[in-house]
């Protein structure tokens, strides 16, 4: 991929979990392909989510929270076309990580656990790819590409018609 293929597919990997999180009743305040480097390690994109916690079970909570960091992936593979496992691409070990370290909420057993990331990832393939959630997810990218970083009222502005 060229530089410019990664940025788009970058763009497609944020929207991914903005819209994911979005959809999951949380509140995305900003959605990023240039984010501040300065407080962790390098980093391509960065989606910030507000969740009213109270509002929540804590195991639902929790799988909201797998879904949203499987969101990027998700995203990322039906945009390239290419069915990855989120487990196996260096660029989403994080967010591998992320959703792995929730699920054992879910799942404490390691084999389990994985069995049900797969599970989600593969329904979150479904949800993504339904032409409506996907033209939300491209308008989101779309905006990504011409202005790098989206906040909240930007979001909203953009997701308002898939999501209104």
Known sequence: MSASDDETATAYHEAGHAFTAAYAGGRVLSVSIAPDNDDGPHRYGDTQVAWRRAAFAPLVLAEKLVLVALGGPVAEMIYTGEPFHPALVAEWSADWQHAWSEAAALRPEERPRTVWLEARTAGL?????????????????????????????????VVSAWLG
Do not use: C, K, N, Y
């Open 125 to 157: 393939h479904g949800l993504l790819s339904d032409d409506r959630h996907w033209e939300a997810i491209a308008g989101v990218a779309d905006h990504l590409l011409a202005h790098e970083t989206l906040d909240e009222e930007m979001f909203a502005e």
